[in-house]
């Protein structure tokens, strides 16, 4: 048989072959760590327990599943040495060798302090899973699905020993002890393990690196489910600690702690790189946010017809933004990679205005409704008007006590403009309660309740104030007291026919110059005030249309004359020769003129100083009061002071200082009646009686009956208005005060106050109290230094939530016709409601943190939420 020369392999010598592949394989395997990782000799990077897994090889056999022998301690291995060896590096978390085209950099840019959505599209998003349940750092059993973020964030924090604290016991009355934090040697040193944590949760211990970095290869239960073992528990961390896979994991974790802490990993450049675009959109957003606060504060128009860069009207938010350009090099560069199409997301269209708007009033509005809370009483104002576009608008206010200031304030808060469809009581009420809810405020905290002197607000029976008081009797009612005033000048002004033909001769006088060229004849004669009509809600407007003509009444007589010689028009010489010979040369207008001049100053004095933010009840009294007596001694004593100060004028005009003649009716009389006591008055007095004294006393009267609320406000609270008041009153009528104020602050089972505590408090406060100005506000900051007056403190609380008008609704509303105006009528409510809280609280605007702002801005545009 010849012998043939084989063509192929045997099946031995193949499989000789396959082995020696697989054996070179294994051999280079993990070869190209070396360049990607590397460890300097001369850096402290590993500590006592870093080991050489080679050395460990040459006299210990190590199992997966068997524990080293003591002989090879952890401590008695030499800590300079490094792991070198391709079969055991092969083993390290591959996490740290990647190459840098596959990192995740939208990991990074979550990770940013402001959260800012950085637009780069070579970013990949879809390597790291985001987390919606909070993490709790000092529990490892809630360490699961662990990713390169997390890890770092772990390791820098470090493990968190938990020390003071009662660990439970189990069926054998043994329990985990914080000695075993330390590792106790033969020789008596004691050692930390820094690696161990214990876990309130389960009651269990886990070893920090190995569950950070190789929980799968790892045997022991200290790496995945923890060990309660409290019996063999120290034995079971001596043999953890001399394993071999805790050594590896506890050398990758002193391995990235330290190049975190140089900030030497291997995402570095990209990390960088990241820092640069967040600190590119950081500065861009903080000037866009700046624009649109300026543009809010001022009440101006953000969008015009076009709403690109570098075009005719483009409105005053782009206008902006390219002015900043001229001079701001971060906006120029911005506005360079804009016009570049370099971006994508400019955050400079008209919806981002919306969001920076409602961010800024979302931000303004929590600190409302915090600073009340913190007040805990608070009292609600409300009023309405139709807008531009025909909705009903009530504007809602919120008045507190604003305790955490120095010295404590009385603020006047405006929350929004609430669109009600239904403006019946039931409607208003139904509207207020639900939108105090949804801001989480507590309805039976509200002390006060202002309104308008509306029947569908004051009504006694389906009022809104008596719904609201159904629910808390104790939120005091109180009416407008600028309103109230307001009506008591109509009262007055329609009480007779005199007063009403005075005003109507006031409005004919504005009506005859209201042309262009009849005004220019006015213009030519007067020089200090100008003509204004009058107004049947404007609180000013009649003592502001009655003193135009009174302190220059000589030069309207004669523009007056001058418009009856040029005119053409012989309706308006008509007129304009009435007003100047019968009305102006009337010596009885001209004493009502004066009269009326003093009773409206008098009252717009008072409906002034009643518009302040922060009057108090215990003022507005006063100066009620105070009106009350000057109307009195005004009766007695001003009618003989405006005939004077009458005549004075009257010689200015070259008119005779008497009042007109009137034929007297006389009726027939009765054969039986007698003719001699009949009594004829002169024309002076029938002036004074049946005008002067008619109209002051309809004046006290009708004070009398409107701010009957304000009578009964100092029944309850008027012995803790001054200190004058308090040590004035004996011991038994104080206590009584007390307890009855006890029982107007409770409700059910529910009391603001222990009368007789307060009485004690009040016999002692009123002996130490020393203030400079007797007032209610100085009265509660003497007591809130002290803190020993807690029942007195929370009375006078009471007191300053109590409000006493309207005003600050009626000044929103000014803001209301600025912001939507024909113009745009067709704002939305959310971003009305935005810029009125701009432009309404520019003082918390101020005190906003645009860091914050971004980093929220951030977070809801940002792609991934930020898990830290």
């Known amino acids: 048989?010849?012998?043939?020369?084989?063509?192929?392999?045997?099946?031995?010598?193949?499989?000789?072959?396959?082995?020696?592949?697989?054996?070179?394989?294994?051999?280079?395997?993990?070869?190209?760590?070396?360049?990607?990782?590397?460890?300097?000799?001369?850096?402290?990077?590993?500590?006592?327990?870093?080991?050489?897994?080679?050395?460990?090889?040459?006299?210990?056999?190590?199992?997966?599943?068997?524990?080293?022998?003591?002989?090879?301690?952890?401590?008695?291995?030499?800590?300079?040495?490094?792991?070198?060896?391709?079969?055991?590096?092969?083993?390290?978390?591959?996490?740290?060798?990647?190459?840098?085209?596959?990192?995740?950099?939208?990991?990074?840019?979550?990770?940013?302090?402001?959260?800012?959505?950085?637009?780069?599209?070579?970013?990949?998003?879809?390597?790291?899973?985001?987390?919606?349940?909070?993490?709790?750092?000092?529990?490892?059993?809630?360490?699961?699905?662990?990713?390169?973020?997390?890890?770092?964030?772990?390791?820098?924090?470090?493990?968190?020993?938990?020390?003071?604290?009662?660990?439970?016991k189990d069926e054998g009355s043994r329990s985990f002890s914080s000695s075993l934090y330390m590792q106790k040697m033969k020789n008596g040193e004691k050692y930390e393990r820094k690696w161990l944590v214990y876990s309130i949760?389960?009651?269990?211990?886990?070893?920090?690196?190995?569950?950070?970095?190789?929980?799968?290869?790892?045997?022991?239960?200290?790496?995945?489910?923890?060990?309660?073992?409290?019996?063999?528990?120290?034995?079971?961390?001596?043999?953890?600690?001399?394993?071999?896979?805790?050594?590896?994991?506890?050398?990758?974790?002193?391995?990235?702690?330290?190049?975190?802490?140089?900030?030497?990993?291997?995402?570095?450049?990209?990390?960088?790189?990241?820092?640069?675009?967040?600190?590119?959109?950081?500065?861009?957003?903080?000037?866009?946010?700046?624009?649109?606060?300026?543009?809010?504060?001022?009440?101006?128009?953000?969008?015009?017809?076009?709403?690109?860069?570098?075009?005719?009207?483009?409105?005053?938010?782009?206008?902006?933004?390219?002015?900043?350009g001229e001079f701001d090099p971060v906006m120029q560069e911005h506005i360079r990679k804009v016009n570049n199409n370099e971006i994508q997301n400019h955050y400079l269209g008209h919806n981002m205005q919306n969001e920076l708007i409602d961010l800024l009033a979302n931000e303004i509005k929590n600190r409302i409704v915090r600073k009340v809370k913190e007040s805990k009483y608070f009292s609600i104002i409300l009023d309405c008007t139709p807008d531009t576009s025909h909705k009903e608008q009530m504007s809602i206010i919120l008045r507190c006590v604003d305790t955490s200031s120095t010295p404590i304030e009385v603020k006047e808060y405006f929350l929004e403009f609430l669109e009600v469809d239904d403006t019946t009581g039931k409607g208003l009420f139904d509207s207020i309660i639900k939108e105090i809810n949804r801001m989480g405020l507590d309805i039976n905290n509200v002390r006060g309740q202002g309104y308008d002197n509306g029947s569908n607000m004051k009504g006694k029976h389906q009022g809104v104030q008596k719904r609201l008081l159904d629910v808390n009797p104790r939120a005091f009612y109180t009416p407008c007291g600028c309103h109230s005033l307001n009506l008591v000048l109509c009262d007055m002004a329609s009480s007779c026919s005199k007063a009403s033909d005075f005003f109507g001769v006031i409005q004919r006088t504005c009506t005859i110059f209201s042309s262009t060229k009849r005004w220019k004849i006015l213009k030519d004669h007067i020089t200090k005030f100008t003509l204004k009509p009058l107004s049947q809600t404007r609180w000013e407007s009649r003592l502001e249309s009655v003193k135009a003509i009174r302190y220059q009444a000589p030069e309207i007589r004669d523009a007056l004359l001058a418009l009856r010689d040029d005119c053409d028009d012989h309706k308006i010489k008509s007129e304009a020769k009435c007003l100047a010979l019968y009305e102006f040369e009337n010596f009885e207008f001209l004493v009502g003129m004066i009269i009326w001049y003093d009773v409206l100053f008098a009252i717009n004095d008072v409906s002034k100083n009643l518009q302040a933010k922060?009057?108090?009840?215990?003022?507005?009294?006063?100066?009620?009061?105070?009106?009350?007596?000057?109307?009195?001694?005004?009766?007695?004593?001003?009618?003989?002071?405006?005939?004077?100060?009458?005549?004075?004028?009257?010689?200015?005009?070259?008119?005779?200082?008497?009042?007109?003649?009137?034929?007297?009716?006389?009726?027939?009389?009765?054969?039986?009646?007698?003719?001699?006591?009949?009594?004829?008055?002169?024309?002076?007095?029938?002036?004074?009686?049946?005008?002067?004294?008619?109209?002051?006393?309809?004046?006290?009267?009708?004070?009398?009956?409107?701010?009957?609320?304000f009578?009964?406000?100092?029944?309850?609270?008027?012995?803790?208005?001054?200190?004058?008041?308090?040590?004035?009153?004996?011991?038994?009528?104080?206590?009584?005060?007390?307890l009855n104020l006890e029982n107007s602050l409770k409700h059910d089972a529910s009391f603001d106050i222990d009368g007789q505590d307060l009485f004690q408090e009040l016999l002692f406060l009123r002996h130490i109290i020393r203030i400079e100005r007797d007032t209610l506000i100085n009265i509660i900051n003497f007591i809130k230094k002290f803190n020993s007056f807690p029942n007195?403190?929370?009375a006078y609380r009471v007191i300053l939530t109590i409000p006493v008008t309207v005003a600050s609704a009626e000044r929103s509303f000014s803001k209301l016709k600025l912001l939507k105006n024909y113009l745009r009528s067709t704002m939305s409510q959310e971003r009305l409601n935005g810029l009125a809280l701009l432009s309404i609280e520019k003082d918390l605007l101020k005190e906003i943190d645009l860091e914050s702002v971004i980093k929220e801005f951030a977070s809801k545009k940002a792609r991934k939420i930020n898990l830290i």
């Open 614 to 709: 922060d009057m108090c009840i215990d003022d507005a009294i006063v100066q009620l009061n105070d009106l009350m007596c000057y109307f009195q001694e005004y009766r007695n004593n001003g009618f003989e002071k405006a005939i004077v100060e009458a005549e004075i004028l009257a010689i200015k005009l070259n008119v005779e200082p008497v009042f007109r003649e009137r034929r007297i009716i006389r009726r027939n009389k009765r054969f039986d009646e007698n003719v001699d006591n009949e009594c004829v008055k002169t024309p002076i007095e029938l002036f004074k009686t049946d005008y002067f004294l008619y109209i002051v006393d309809h004046a006290i009267s009708s004070l009398k009956s409107r701010f009957d609320q």
């Open 1 to 168: 048989m010849s012998n043939r020369i084989r063509k192929y392999d045997s099946g031995y010598t193949k499989k000789l072959k396959k082995q020696k592949a697989e054996a070179l394989e294994k051999s280079q395997k993990g070869s190209m760590l070396k360049f990607v990782t590397t460890l300097k000799d001369n850096e402290s990077v590993m500590v006592d327990e870093c080991v050489n897994v080679d050395g460990l090889n040459s006299d210990v056999k190590i199992d997966s599943d068997e524990h080293l022998d003591e002989s090879v301690d952890v401590d008695e291995l030499h800590g300079d040495k490094h792991i070198d060896s391709d079969e055991h590096v092969d083993e390290l978390d591959c996490d740290k060798h990647v190459d840098v085209d596959e990192l995740d950099c939208d990991k990074n840019v979550d990770e940013l302090d402001c959260d800012i959505n950085v637009d780069v599209d070579e970013l990949d998003s879809d390597k790291h899973e985001n987390v919606d349940e909070p993490l709790d750092i000092r529990d490892p059993s809630q360490w699961n699905n662990i990713s390169c973020k997390l890890r770092d964030y772990l390791v820098e924090k470090g493990p968190l020993k938990i020390v003071d604290f009662k660990f439970p």
């Open 711 to 738: 009578k009964e406000y100092e029944s309850i609270f008027g012995f803790l208005f001054s200190v004058k008041k308090l040590k004035a009153l004996s011991d038994d009528i104080l206590k009584q005060h007390c």
């Open 792 to 794: 007195a403190y929370i």
């Open 201 to 324: 949760d389960l009651d269990r211990v886990f070893c920090f690196c190995c569950k950070l970095f190789d929980v799968n290869s790892c045997k022991s239960k200290l790496a995945k489910e923890g060990s309660n073992d409290w019996r063999n528990i120290a034995i079971k961390l001596k043999n953890h600690e001399s394993s071999n896979e805790h050594r590896i994991n506890l050398s990758r974790w002193i391995e990235l702690e330290t190049r975190l802490g140089k900030n030497k990993t291997i995402d570095e450049q990209t990390q960088d790189r990241i820092n640069q675009e967040k600190e590119y959109w950081k500065n861009v957003l903080t000037r866009i946010i700046a624009v649109v606060k300026a543009l809010g504060k001022s009440n101006l128009a953000f969008r015009g017809k076009k709403e690109k860069l570098n075009q005719e009207n483009n409105g005053n938010f782009l206008t902006m933004i390219e002015m900043l």
